[in-house]
């Protein structure tokens, strides 16, 4: 089987290198590297490696597009996404081969260095709507190109929860994502766990949008987008009671989840009944060919 590693990365300079460095010595057919616009030098840097066989250089931000460009460039009967700020522990490409022997898409845990150990990450499932979906790290996933073919790639609509909306739709074409514990990539956790800031309209544009979009008007999907929207202003109101937050923002953060809420599920329909077929993805890599404004190909 031939396997294309696609790593899209945007102003990741110093991590990508140790990503590429790592994927390299797994040995993949080909690698093929999306870069966003970057200011940090990552396309000079690219450039200067022998080990990376194409550089695609997109002026989008969207990590779902760079995702398109890739699968547009790669050549292999299977691409693989990883992210930059990831590294594959060996045996990772072995064990994401014998994953897709199973199934038409593989992913694996994810390994977060810590200052006190390591924690890692399990398979994450649920059913929604009569559906067995699986969720994987969308930076850290294969699938054969027949399963990427039949569902155009990734959702270009979404800045955000593109990969958990890909597998809404993998369940929807009665596939499946299989886990692989060899699959493993592994990272470093920010010293100091990370902004917990969200962009809560953004975040619940995406929610609302693949559910609408995946199940149309659906009783799952007001009670799934309530029932999230209920846990997260709980965890917001806990803030405020301890003094970590204003009041003020709690009802600005409220009105953010509403109008995002409102945006996706109107969104989420229309793309239903744009794209009525299987894939269900009215921006994916066929409706396109204009993402890259420039490619270097050693192939």
Known sequence: MELSVVVPTLNDRDELRGCLDAVAAEAPDEIVVV???????????????????????IDDRNVNVA????IDRAR?????????MA???????????????????????????????????????????????TY???????????????????????????????????????????WATGMCVSRETAADGGSTERDWRLRYRSLAYRLAKNYGPHPTVPFRTLRHAVTDAG??????????????????????????????????????YTDRTPSRNPRGVSTRNDRAVAVHDRR
């Open 35 to 57: 870069n966003g616009p970057s200011t940090d030098g990552t396309s000079g840097m690219v450039r200067d490696r022998e080990d990376v066989d194409v550089l695609v250089e």
């Open 67 to 70: 995702r398109n460009a890739g």
């Open 76 to 84: 292999g009967e299977a691409v693989a996404f990883l992210d930059p």
């Open 87 to 133: 590294t594959a522990e060996s045996g990772w490409l072995e064990a994401a081969e014998g994953g897709l022997s199973e199934a038409g898409a593989v992913t694996g845990p994810t390994h977060e260095r810590l200052g006190a150990g390591v924690a890692t990450d399990t398979v994450e499932d649920r059913t929604i709507g009569g559906r067995a979906v």
């Open 136 to 178: 994987f790290n969308g930076g850290n996933v294969a699938f054969s190109r027949d399963l990427l073919i039949e569902l155009d790639g990734f959702d270009e609509y979404l800045e955000t929860g593109g990969a958990r909306d890909l597998a809404h739709r993998i369940a929807g074409v009665d596939s499946a994502v299989v």
């Open 235 to 272: 965890a917001a109101f806990r803030d405020v009671a301890h003094g970590e937050a204003k009041p003020s923002a709690w009802f600005g953060n409220g009105r953010d989840v509403t109008v995002g809420s409102c945006r996706g599920y109107v969104d989420g329909l229309r793309a239903r």
